[in-house]
């Protein structure tokens, strides 16, 4: 699905009555079936841009649109995982997946969805399993494929593998990696690694320490699957982007420690 953001700025009011901006004048086209991840230093906005984007949180001004369809509140056009996988304890693995579903499909064809998506993220032996039996990289599999089964054109994730180890982290990229190039879906993806982002992204959206606004749209042209000896070059470009707005942040940080 084609993505179009105009003009999105965004502030929240403080306890203290003070204005807080955390989006300044973002513009941003994404093509449909493009990997884009949103990467930048913390607090920037990279989240609140996400949330914007699912029509979670309403953008002070600007819009959003969705194959034109301007977004003012969450649909099944589109698709979130969160940083931790927020699956329902009480249910197993499959009822997890099938509970978007449960209002436009009947029951034979819920369970054929799960069992479709299961099987995509590894899972189908652990169907009956309850989440506490999985471990965090596996619960995040099943919030993967709850996404998924819902068949959104736009796929939204936020630093979904930012609670994990590195080992599971690597797996996991993969997999979602495996995912997109067997789906085809348009996705948006949040992170704070420079590597993930290039190893996953076609493009990698750079954006400025607070308010955050885009500093750079960067193109990632390697051949996939990507190897560590050709990302290297591009992390060290990427990082050199980043690393005023990381001083940016530290420097605001130190000052507001003194000023309290």
């Known amino acids: 699905m084609y993505l179009d953001i105009s003009n999105i700025s965004k502030s929240f009011q403080r306890n203290d009555e003070q204005s807080l901006q955390a989006l300044k004048d973002i513009n941003l086209e994404i093509k449909e079936g493009e990997f884009i991840s949103l990467l930048g230093p913390s607090g920037c906005g990279k989240s609140t841009l ?13 819009a959003v649109s969705l ?6 509140e969450p649909g099944p056009d589109k698709s979130m995982v969160f940083q931790e996988p927020a699956l329902f304890p009480w249910m197993s693995v499959k009822e997890n997946v099938t509970f978007p579903l449960r209002k436009k499909m009947r029951k ?17 032996q652990f169907a009956e399993n309850h ?13 993967i494929a709850r996404a998924l089964a819902m068949d959104s054109g736009l796929l939204l994730m936020d630093e ?44 990698i959206i750079i954006m400025s320490a607070r308010p955050g606004s885009i500093i750079s749209d960067f193109k990632v042209d390697i051949e996939r699957p ?9 992390e060290e470009d990427v990082m050199a982007i980043l690393k005023t707005e990381i001083e940016n942040v530290m420097k605001e940080e130190l000052q507001y420690a003194g000023n309290h």
């Open 50 to 62: 996400l949330s914007i984007i699912a029509g979670l949180t309403k953008p002070s001004s600007g």
């Open 67 to 72: 194959d034109s369809k301007e977004i003012t």
């Open 108 to 124: 034979h064809e819920q369970e054929q969805a799960a069992a479709a998506y299961l099987k995509m993220v590894h899972l189908s």
């Open 131 to 143: 989440p506490h039996e999985l471990s965090g990289g596996m619960q995040q599999r099943v919030a």
């Open 160 to 203: 979904p593998f930012g609670a994990l180890d590195e080992q599971t982290r690597l797996v996991l990229q993969e997999e979602v990696e495996r995912i997109w190039l067997e789906t085809k879906k348009t996705i948006v993806f949040v992170t704070h690694s420079i590597r993930e982002a290039i190893k996953l992204s076609d493009r």
């Open 226 to 234: 990507r190897q560590q000896q050709d990302m290297a070059k591009l």
